[in-house]
T-cell receptor
Framework: QKEVEQNSGPLSVPEGAIASLNCTYSDRVSQSFFWYRQYSGKSPELIMS????GDKEDGRFTAQLNKASQYVSLLIRDSQPSDSATYLCAALTGANNLFFGTGTRLTVIP | GAVVSQHPSWVICKSGTSVKIECRSL??????MFWYRQFPKQSLMLMATSNEGSKATYEQGVEKDKFLINHASLTLSTLTVTSAHPEDSSFYIC??????????????FGPGTRLTVL
């Protein structure tokens, strides 16, 4: 099993809907998780970090971490066309190396 | 937030030549920097971890003699692709962890360097 696995999608949602992105991880990573957004041809930008079990909300974004099931998710409420991008889930190893999932391509349809 | 720059943004070179890419932390000191490579439609793959003042740690399968990393100061790391070949064409991205009061877990990414080897 890879350190971090994501459904590569693509995922399409209508404008205003909730987009749900999911990621699972292995025992080889630590308990620090991150969601990055990457536009085509650009480098990733950090959206959310989550370290504790439960939900963490920041504006239209909510990250959810479930340690028992080893998954982390990102919900985007009121999706906008500008949210269309590839979303990367990442997790830290004990050596502080970031391992990325393959990314989920999200398209928000106006 | 913390700003990381890369230079050049893109470079085209002939096969067999060497290319140097710079990564700078502009408003913080970076004790650790990372170099990633991303091929089209694929995720980021960690190449190496660069610690200021010491040798870089390379991931399995990355040739250290081909990808030379130097982290001579707390604000600058360089990646030199030696004897570049077309298969080295990729998007190279660096990131940095800020020391001190900033979250040790958060990596700040540079804008990336697109390398094309003819």
């Amino acid at each position: 099993q890879k350190e971090v696995e994501q459904n590569s999608g693509p995922l399409s949602v209508p404008e205003g809907a909730i987009a749900s992105l999911n990621c699972t991880y292995s025992d080889r990573v630590s308990q620090s998780f991150f969601w990055y957004r990457q536009y085509s041809g650009k480098s990733p930008e950090l959206i959310m970090s989550i370290y504790s079990n439960g939900d963490k909300e920041d504006g239209r974004f909510t990250a959810q971490l479930n340690k028992a099931s080893q998954y982390v998710s990102l919900l985007i409420r009121d999706s906008q066309p500008s949210d269309s991008a590839t979303y990367l889930c990442a997790a830290l190893t004990g050596a502080n190396n970031l391992f990325f999932g393959t990314g989920t391509r999200l398209t928000v349809i106006p | 937030g913390a700003v990381v720059s890369q230079h050049p943004s893109w470079v085209i070179c002939k096969s067999g030549t060497s290319v140097k890419i710079e990564c700078r932390s502009l408003d913080f000191q970076a004790t650790t920097m990372f170099w990633y490579r991303q091929f089209p439609k694929q995720s980021l793959m960690l190449m190496a971890t660069s610690n200021e003042g010491s040798k870089a740690t390379y991931e399995q399968g990355v040739e250290k003699d081909k990808f030379l990393i130097n982290h001579a100061s707390l604000t600058l790391s360089t990646l030199t692709v030696t004897s570049a070949h077309p298969e080295d064409s990729s998007f190279y991205i660096c990131s940095a962890i800020a020391g001190g009061a900033r979250s040790y877990n958060e990596q700040f990414f540079g804008p990336g360097t697109r390398l094309t080897v003819l």
